[in-house]
């Protein structure tokens, strides 16, 4: 069973830091690629940043050189790093297997960017 639980989220000022994890089930976390997705209001699920089983790393450019993914295999884990934080990153973060996502998702964390 699929399980995928979020935290790490909260209210920042713009240029603040925060640091997101998911814990996932151990038997899908360790030979998967995993990714972390952010869907603001209004707006389609994306894609921000991804990290290999191996743990080679994929930003989408308007995160990349702000944000740092990683992977924890003794923990299950994988975390987010966000710094230089802006209004724009405000949405609810997720994490999932990339490239084809779990149906399942977790519940997700809110950022939420003050200016």
């Known amino acids: 069973q699929v399980q995928l639980v979020e935290s790490g989220g909260g209210l920042v000022q713009a240029g603040g830091s925060l640091r997101l994890s998911c814990a996932a089930s151990?038997?899908?976390?360790?030979?998967?690629?995993m990714g972390w997705y952010r869907q603001a209001p209004g707006k389609q699920r994306e894609l921000v940043a991804r990290?290999?089983?191996?743990?080679?790393?994929f930003y989408v450019d308007s995160v990349k050189g702000r944000f740092t993914i990683s992977r924890d295999n003794t923990k299950n884990t994988v975390y987010l790093q966000m710094n230089s934080l802006k209004p724009e990153d405000t949405a609810v973060y997720y994490c999932?297997?990339?490239?084809?996502?779990?149906?399942?998702w977790g519940q997700g964390t809110q950022v939420t960017v003050s200016s």
């Open positions: 990290i290999t089983s191996g743990g080679n790393t």
């Open positions: 999932n297997r990339t490239p084809m996502p779990f149906d399942y």
């Open positions: 151990g038997t899908i976390f360790r030979t998967n690629n």
